[in-house]
């Protein structure tokens, strides 16, 4: 029964750090494993590396020896989404669905086996299939992590208000870790940074001291929010918890490196995000990497870096390559086939901004502008947002539009990778300068 | 009394078994309803209640424990009360009892201090040698505030300080030698014995209630492991609390507060978070504080977790006692754990255990732990019947009526004579062996007279791993987080 506590607090991790995701890595490992028996893949002897190695493997183990193993299944899916987000190994999804589907085969239509598949549907970035089953499932009965599930996904398809409805009902029904880390992302979404820090931290105090990865994940969004703030040293304090919690935590090293970078501090920063990038070698870890590299003229490695986050960013984060291919003025057609394509599953305000970046990276800047308009139309507190808008608008000789959006990505330039801030600087001390319509 | 409850009985060899197939039905109140198992702070493990004189006056001894299986020591995330719970323990009177409504509520609020923010060292910058002093970093307070559930009036009853949990060599006080590297100290039977940060934590507060707050070994025993692990159960079996810390609250209430002794008293506690709204409305700012969610309850052990179905038990935690005869009688009446015992252990079956239980449903419906307060005071468990310092009060025994451990009710006539149950389900003191009892109570008949007694039977883990304090707050001292043995 104590797993419960890791397995299910794992899940809100999820809410809104797409970018880092692997799921096509995941759908790609499923593939030869579909003609298998699920219940066989999932209780398939692993590696016993750790302690959530060893959970999972006592799990099998307890589901091999019962008549009836559906809630060790159960447990069971949910321990390998809990393994995902530390190892982000993406095979542990496939495993995920497996449960999944091993479930949903011993008990048909159970609510129990639709909330883990949907969940695991959720993590390989198939939005539409689970919010049908969130839809089913809150029709059913009054779960709130039903509403958790239902918020993510139509969240993750841009549908705010509709995210707020469910997060709301989540709030009503039990307000707890889950609830709080996700009202706090929709409120951060929606541009209230003071409402999410205070939301945040009410999620910090909730997290379960057994599950330091919950605690490690509230601390680091913390940090996130606090840097946005320009208040670096609580930012580095709050990302000293979370890597206090849960050492070599990716997620966690990646804002120190951005706090370093922010603070003028190029060398920590790359030690810190070296690492964060061999853990987690996704386009958004490598692409903070190559530019701190490029800060301290260790350009030979920024460049291997680079490539590598071309070669594999296409299945790994083909969000964050378009928005890097595009920021580089590299393959624009690419990029924009890369946001288009994501798009088709999401249509968040990340996604429509690397659209419309794209877009304008290959000059159809009456095509970017609309997209880019819809993408801050939410109210969403977010530097490249702004530098992507103000240069969009710029371009379409929307000065005023232009000052107002690139003023206030200066405002909130410590969300900058230098690269991008190279940009904003020379927008702002460019052409638009002096021409007068900007600052 | 044991020839009354057993002159009349076959007695069962039921003693050794425990429950085959209810491998949920029995997790203790520990890890109980599925959605509370994801807020630790607000988790509540364990409801006591029992009638002991405090100060000289007679008083009735509440106390409510959450986060289930703290393992001692961990860091850095120190186990620790959360300001944003609203913890109440509850006790009703008079028609209250039988309705389920609480007559009075008492509300811990935490509030968590640091003398120094700018360190890693978060809870010990050194050897504690007093509670709050420089080298406890980290400090919480509480205020204990009385509410009058019919007028709603509010009275604050004081304040009081939290101890440092039990790290090891940062607070040796609380172990042998008053040594960190030592195990954590026995249990004792006085004040003066007792630790000196569990004595500097004990709170006088206003019209004789006193309180404590912080963490203690975790009472509760049972063999919870060897159920979860292909029931294959053992002898003797092992407490798999053992070696576990847990954050227990204690009030000591005198009983002339609750309107005297000459009545019953219902006790159960809750937790609870606070709603807020979402997205604030046009301009308005975002808020965090809205009104009260309750998210945990508890009042007799075992019921939510070994009666209530999975599919109800997030109900019980949101729902009042007053709510009880309505929607989870028919999990007392008709208890599922009876039919398990019957199909997977007893052999032949018991017939007339499974449906029909007024006799079960008397205990758990409304779920509050029921306490007879005109008897004197509760016998205690000590460290068994034959510890050599802090040995058991004569007469205790675990399993409560069913080891002859009986009080005299100047109220209702009970067994006859005013015979009732020494410890639970006449309230419940630390070391009730509430397994064995509940089980015993499952395959007994207490619906004729004389009742059918069987067993007694249960899981074969008869104590705690450690001895219990006989003196306020009466939980054991907390495991050391250096020096601690989990089985």
Redesign the interface.
């Known amino acids: ?2 797993r ?2 890791v397995y ?2 794992g899940l809100v991790v999820s809410v809104g750090l797409s970018s880092g995701c692997a799921r096509k890595e995941a759908q790609a490992a499923a593939a030869p494993s579909v003609n298998l028996d699920p219940c066989a893949a999932a209780l398939a002897q692993g590696p016993e590396r750790d302690d959530r190695d060893r959970a999972i493997a006592r799990l099998q183990q ?1 589901a091999r ?1 019962l008549a009836s193993p559906e ?1 060790e299944i159960e447990r069971l899916g949910y321990a390998y989404v809990a393994r995902a987000r530390v190892s982000s190994d993406p095979g542990d999804y496939t495993l995920a669905e497996r449960a999944a589907a091993c479930l949903e085969r011993r008990r048909p239509g159970d609510p129990a086996a639709l909330l883990l598949k949907g969940h695991v549907l959720h993590q390989l970035h198939r939005f539409a299939e689970a919010e049908r089953i969130a839809r089913d499932l809150v029709a059913r009965r009054s ?3 039903d509403y958790g599930l239902l918020g993510d996904a139509v969240m993750e398809q841009g549908r705010l208000d509709e995210a ?1 409805d469910a ?2 009902k989540m ?8 609830s709080y880390t996700r ?1 706090a992302h ?2 951060w979404l ?1 541009g ?1 940074l ?2 999410a820090i ?2 945040m931290r ?1 999620a910090i ?6 599950d ?1 990865e919950s ?1 490690a994940w509230a601390w680091t969004r913390l940090a996130a929010y606090e840097l946005q703030a320009d208040r670096a040293g609580a930012a580095a ?1 709050a990302a ?2 979370a890597l ?2 849960q050492p070599d935590y990716p997620a966690a090293l990646l804002v120190q490196g951005r706090i370093f970078l922010a603070t003028d501090r190029p060398a920590d920063a790359v030690a810190v995000l070296r690492n964060a990038a061999r853990l987690n070698p996704l386009p958004e870890y490598q692409w903070t990497l190559a530019d701190a590299l490029r800060l301290q003229r260790l350009d030979v490695e920024a460049t291997a870096i680079e490539a590598e986050m071309v070669a594999r960013g296409r299945i790994t984060d083909p969000r964050t390559l378009s928005l890097y291919l595009a920021t580089r003025r590299m393959d624009a057609p690419k990029a924009i086939a890369l946001a288009e394509e994501e798009l088709r599953a999401r249509a968040d305000v990340f996604t429509l901004d690397a659209h419309a970046w794209a877009l304008a990276a290959s000059g159809r800047i009456r095509e970017a502008l609309p997209v880019i308009t819809r993408a801050v139309a939410e109210g969403t507190e977010d530097a490249r947002l702004f530098l992507h808008a103000g240069l969009i608008n710029a371009a379409a000789g929307r000065g005023r539009d232009a000052k107002r959006w690139l003023n206030k990505a200066e405002h909130l330039r410590s969300m900058l990778l230098p690269s991008e801030l190279e940009e904003l600087d020379k927008s702002l001390t460019g052409t638009a300068r002096e021409s007068g319509e900007l600052k | 009394m044991r020839r009354l409850l057993h002159r009349t009985l076959p007695l069962m060899a039921a003693a050794g078994f425990l429950l085959a197939g209810s491998t ?1 039905a029995l ?1 203790s109140s ?2 109980d309803a ?2 509370i ?6 988790n509540t493990t364990d409801v006591y209640a029992f009638v002991h004189d405090e100060n000289g006056r007679k008083s009735l001894v509440t106390a409510l424990g959450v986060y ?2 703290e ?1 001692p020591g ?1 860091g ?4 620790n009360f ?3 719970v609203l913890y109440a323990i509850h006790v009703a009177t008079g028609d209250d009892v039988a309705a389920g409504y609480p007559t009075y509520s008492y509300e811990f609020r935490f509030r968590t201090k640091f003398k120094n ?1 700018k360190t ?1 060292l978060q809870s010990y910058l050194d050897v504690i040698n007093d509670v709050d002093d420089a080298a406890q970093n980290l400090t919480q307070f509480y205020t204990v505030t009385k509410v009058d559930g019919r007028t709603g009036r509010r009275t604050k009853l004081g304040d009081g300080v939290v101890p440092p949990n039990n790290q090891g060599n940062a607070t040796p006080f609380y172990n042998q030698g008053d040594n960190g590297e030592n195990p954590a100290k026995d249990g004792v039977a006085t004040f003066e014995e007792l630790d000196k940060y569990t004595q500097q934590s004990i709170a006088a507060l206003d019209n004789g209630y006193i309180a404590f707050a912080g963490q203690r070994d975790d009472g509760f025993y049972a063999d919870i492991q060897a159920v ?1 692990d ?1 029931l294959k159960l053992r002898n003797p079996g092992r407490d798999s609390q053992g070696g576990f810390n847990l954050h227990l609250m204690a009030l000591a209430i005198p009983v002339d507060e609750l309107g005297g002794d000459r009545q019953m008293a219902g006790v159960y506690a809750t937790t609870s ?8 409305d046009g301009l308005a ?4 504080i809205g009104d009260w ?1 309750q ?1 945990a309850r508890q009042g007799n052990p075992l019921f939510n977790e070994g009666l209530v179905a999975v599919q109800d038990k ?1 109900l019980y935690s ?1 729902t009042q006692p007053s709510s009880d005869k309505v929607l989870f009688s028919k999990y007392a009446e008709k208890p599922e754990l009876a039919k398990l015992l019957n199909r997977l252990v007893l052999e032949p079956d018991i017939p007339g255990i499974e449906t029909g239980r007024t006799d079960i449903a008397g205990i758990f419906i409304p779920d509050v732990i029921k306490v007879d307060l005109s008897t004197g005071s509760a016998r205690l468990a000590g460290g068994g019947p034959t510890h050599p310092t802090n040995p058991d009060d004569p007469g205790f025994s675990r399993l409560s009526i069913f080891g002859d451990d009986v009080l005299v009710s100047q109220i209702q006539p009970g067994f006859g004579d005013g015979v009732i149950p020494g410890g639970w389900p006449n309230g419940r003191r630390f070391g009730d062996d509430v397994v064995d009892i509940a089980v015993t109570a499952l395959i007994s008949d207490l619906r004729t007279s004389p009742p059918i007694i069987r067993g007694p039977a249960g899981d074969n883990v008869n104590a705690n791993d450690t001895a219990f304090n006989k003196v306020f707050p009466y939980e054991s001292t907390p495991q050391n987080g250096r020096r601690h043995v989990h089985h």
Do not use: C
């Open positions: 029964m104590k419960w506590t299910f607090a307890l020896s809630g779960f709130v992590l707020a997060y709301q709030i009503d029904l039990k307000p707890f870790y889950q009202a929709l409120r929606k209230d003071d409402g205070d939301v009410l105090g909730a997290a379960s001291p057994r330091p605690a304090s000293e918890m206090r919690y | 949920d997790a520990h890890m599925p959605l198992t994801l807020d630790d702070a607000a289930p299986f393992e961990i850095p995330n120190k186990f959360d300001d944003n923010r890693i979860f292909l978070r606070r709603r807020f709204t979402v997205l604030a700012k975002s808020e965090v969610v998210v997030d949101r």
